[in-house]
T-cell receptor, first 113, second 114 residues
Framework: DTAVSQTPKYLVTQMGNDKSIKCEQN?????MYWYKQDSKKFLKIMFS???????INETVPNRFSPKSPDKAHLNLHINSLELGDSAVYFC????????????FGSGTRLTVV | GENVEQHPSTLSVQEGDSAVIKCTYS??????FPWYKQELGKGPQLIID?????GEKKDQRIAVTLNKTAKHFSLHITETQPEDSAVYFC?????????????FGQGTTLQVKP
């Protein structure tokens, strides 16, 4: 009964590959987010979707493309992976794009070699 | 844009002592300030929050204070226990914006020594 679940938890891949991270929430929230946590543990928003509509795109390279098939799912596809993409990626959700009830997934640790 | 500064970056205390983490924010429109605890291998979890119409909020051993004039807010943990060891993040948001964009501080690694 995990509220926000991400898969995979760990992802090791070579430079230049394309990979996807999946996220699902069962909280009935209509807004979902992707955050990136770098090696210094700094958390920064990448994207937010409200009811399948892109709301925030924080100057993330075009190689990153979020996709929301429905309001309970938000996937992140990354093309042509680079060493600098190595980080922990967190999915989150909240209601109505508001801060209350904000819930994070457990993260996906991406390592590009 | 909004910026949140958090200090200290690391904090080591003896079990039973108090711990204080401080944050400042730049956008005076920010009106909601959550604190998150992140344990190893897990996502951030909300531990306490405060809205701008309140100066202080307490939940058992955890309290948060807010000074809107100075744009400061702080997390206070009393009677610390080893299980309090984690990374703590403050954040700020303008809750009426409906973008849900949380601006995080840089994080504080708290170590509670038994």
């Amino acid at each position: 009964d995990t509220a926000v679940s991400q898969t995979p938890k760990y992802l090791v891949t070579q430079m230049g590959n394309d990979k996807s991270i999946k996220c699902e929430q069962n909280l009935g929230h209509d807004t979902m987010y992707w955050y990136k946590q770098d090696s210094k543990k700094f958390l920064k928003i990448m994207f937010s979707y409200n009811n399948k509509e892109l709301i925030i795109n924080e100057t993330v390279p075009n190689r990153f493309s979020p996709k929301s098939p429905d309001k309970a799912h938000l996937n992140l596809h990354i093309n042509s992976l680079e060493l600098g993409d190595s980080a922990v990626y967190f999915c989150a959700s909240s209601q109505d794009g508001g801060p209350y009830g904000y819930t994070f997934g457990s993260g996906t640790r991406l390592t590009v070699v | 844009g909004e910026n949140v500064e958090q200090h200290p970056s690391t904090l080591s205390v003896q079990e039973g002592d108090s711990a204080v983490i401080k944050c400042t924010y730049s956008d005076s429109a920010s009106n909601y300030f959550p604190w998150y605890k992140q344990e190893l291998g897990k996502g951030p979890q909300l531990i306490i929050d405060i809205r701008s119409n309140v100066g202080e909020k307490k939940d058992q051993r955890i309290a948060v204070t807010l000074n809107k004039t100075a744009k400061h807010f702080s997390l206070h943990i009393t009677e610390t226990q080893p299980e309090d060891s984690a990374v703590y993040f403050c954040a700020a948001i303008y809750s009426s914006s409906n973008t849900g964009k949380l601006i995080f501080g840089q994080g504080t690694t708290l170590q509670v020594k038994p």
